[in-house]
């Protein structure tokens, strides 16, 4: 044998010998090394990641498909009826379950103005839920069903810990029934995005921090879930941009904003928000400032101003009058009625914060102390 190939072959049984020990030791790993890597990727020569979750250690080569297997059963589809019709659809997913029920988190424009809700499983069983609480500013809503019915249950996790870049995707049922179980998969394309909703119907009444994908969202994807790579709940789909010009921008709720309040959905309990006990219109609004026949000086573009005060409101023993652009709530830039809005629901009844305002073209500030907001 020459001296070349005899060298030749014994490094090549040396690096067979040395893949080989590599090889057994990820095939005996026992389970409390396993514990140790739970949540932890580790990258391998070829490139691919290792993730260990539940005690099991997932290659992921490329493919979601594991990941989507460990939460798709947890994954509904809901109906809402309207005297016996289906007035729209939606998704869901399962959160918890208890001794006798399971809970599905949903949004509440999913829900909004049902007579009755019936949940799609996996399988295509349909089976009656109730809704135990919902929130129109939140956007969320929880719904109960028996535990007998519960097929699985998503993994919960946090937002915080994703970056923009990761690979994310979604479980729902876009365009109703005949699309359920659509899987659609993207990148993390944005954090604390700030995004104004409509309530009302006739204006941006709130403003929403969300996270933003490309991930396919399309009507009926609303309520599902937005997962990372490891197939945990990191958001709930709520709204997509739609224009002509746009494509593939699409906005979940952080999930640990919503657990946050999920007790009070499940408890059935409203969500107490305060006030500052005033009526109000944006800046820009000229033709409901001619209404109320206010006049702004044309340099003003931004700010919420004060239309009529509330008796006996926080606002009725502050300095604020008819006439005043509120531009900061506690050195909170205001630009509108929503910012207003999402800056004072921060806040509880009871709290007293500071109000930056203008009148004749001074800055000027007063104290209000907050009371508990109440429909008419």
Same mark, same amino acid.
């Given at each position: 044998?020459?001296?070349?190939?005899?060298?030749?072959?014994?490094?090549?049984?040396?690096?067979?010998?040395?893949?080989?020990?590599?090889?057994?030791?990820?095939?005996?790993?026992?389970?409390?090394?396993?514990? &140790?890597?739970? =949540?932890?990727?580790?990258? %391998?020569?070829?490139?691919?990641?290792?993730?260990? #979750?539940? @005690? +099991? /250690?997932?290659?992921?080569?490329?493919?979601?498909?594991?990941?989507?297997?460990?939460?798709?059963?947890?994954?509904?589809?809901?109906?809402?009826?309207?005297?016996?019709?289906?007035?729209?659809?939606?998704?869901?997913?399962?959160?918890?379950?208890?001794?006798?029920?399971?809970?599905?988190?949903?949004?509440?424009?999913?829900?909004?103005?049902?007579?009755?809700?019936?949940?799609?499983?996996?399988?295509?069983?349909?089976?009656?839920?109730?809704?135990?609480?919902?929130?129109?500013?939140?956007?969320?809503?929880?719904?109960?069903?028996?535990?007998?019915?519960?097929?699985?249950?998503?993994?919960?996790?946090?937002?915080?810990? &994703?970056?923009? =870049?990761?690979?994310?995707? %979604?479980?729902?049922?876009?365009?109703?029934?005949? #699309?359920? @179980? +659509? /899987?659609?998969?993207?990148?993390?394309?944005?954090?604390?995005?700030?995004?104004?909703?409509?309530?009302?119907?006739?204006?941006?009444?709130?403003?929403?921090?969300?996270?933003?994908?490309?991930?396919?969202?399309?009507?009926?994807?609303?309520?599902?879930?937005?997962?990372?790579?490891?197939?945990?709940?990191?958001?709930?789909?709520?709204?997509?941009?739609?224009?002509?010009?746009?494509?593939?921008?699409?906005?979940?709720?952080?999930?640990?904003?919503?657990?946050?309040?999920?007790?009070?959905?499940?408890?059935?309990?409203?969500?107490?928000?305060?006030?500052?006990?005033?009526?109000?219109?944006?800046?820009?609004?000229?033709? &409901?400032?001619?209404?109320?026949?206010?006049?702004?000086?044309?340099?003003?573009?931004?700010?919420?101003?004060?239309?009529?005060?509330?008796?006996?409101?926080?606002?009725?023993?502050?300095?604020?009058?008819?006439?005043?652009?509120?531009?900061?709530?506690?050195?909170?830039?205001?630009?509108?009625?929503?910012?207003?809005?999402?800056?004072?629901?921060?806040?509880?009844?009871?709290?007293?914060?500071?109000?930056?305002?203008?009148?004749?073209?001074?800055?000027?500030?007063?104290?209000?102390?907050?009371?508990?907001?109440?429909?008419?």
């Amino acid at each position: 044998m020459k001296k070349n190939n005899y060298f030749g072959l014994v490094l090549g049984l040396f690096v067979a010998f040395v893949l080989g020990g590599v090889l057994m030791y990820f095939l005996t790993i026992n389970s409390d090394q396993i514990s &140790s890597l739970l =949540g932890k990727e580790i990258k %391998t020569t070829s490139g691919s990641v290792v993730r260990a #979750y539940s @005690g +099991t /250690v997932i290659v992921n080569d490329g493919s979601l498909s594991a990941s989507v297997e460990k939460v798709y059963d947890a994954v509904m589809m809901i109906r809402n009826y309207k005297e016996n019709q289906i007035q729209s659809t939606g998704s869901g997913f399962v959160y918890k379950t208890d001794d006798k029920y399971g809970y599905v988190l949903t949004n509440h424009h999913v829900i909004d103005g049902a007579s009755k809700i019936t949940l799609i499983r996996s399988d295509d069983k349909e089976i009656e839920g109730t809704v135990l609480g919902s929130d129109v500013y939140l956007d969320l809503a929880v719904v109960r069903i028996n535990k007998d019915e519960v097929i699985d249950k998503a993994v919960i996790t946090t937002s915080e810990n &994703s970056k923009v =870049g990761d690979t994310v995707f %979604t479980i729902g049922s876009p365009l109703g029934y005949e #699309y359920r @179980g +659509t /899987v659609t998969d993207g990148i993390l394309s944005g954090k604390d995005r700030m995004v104004s909703v409509s309530i009302s119907g006739n204006t941006n009444d709130y403003v929403m921090k969300v996270l933003q994908t490309n991930a396919a969202v399309n009507p009926g994807n609303s309520g599902g879930p937005l997962l990372n790579a490891s197939g945990e709940v990191i958001g709930i789909i709520s709204l997509k941009l739609v224009q002509t010009e746009v494509e593939n921008m699409g906005f979940a709720i952080p999930i640990e904003y919503a657990m946050s309040h999920i007790e009070n959905l499940e408890q059935g309990k409203a969500i107490v928000r305060p006030m500052l006990g005033i009526s109000m219109v944006n800046a820009n609004d000229t033709y &409901s400032l001619y209404r109320s026949r206010i006049v702004l000086d044309e340099s003003i573009t931004e700010g919420v101003v004060v239309v009529e005060i509330s008796k006996d409101s926080g606002a009725s023993k502050s300095d604020l009058q008819k006439g005043d652009v509120i531009t900061k709530l506690n050195d909170e830039k205001i630009s509108n009625v929503a910012y207003l809005r999402y800056e004072l629901y921060k806040y509880s009844v009871g709290d007293t914060i500071t109000v930056t305002y203008l009148r004749d073209g001074k800055e000027h500030t007063t104290k209000i102390k907050l009371t508990e907001y109440k429909e008419n």
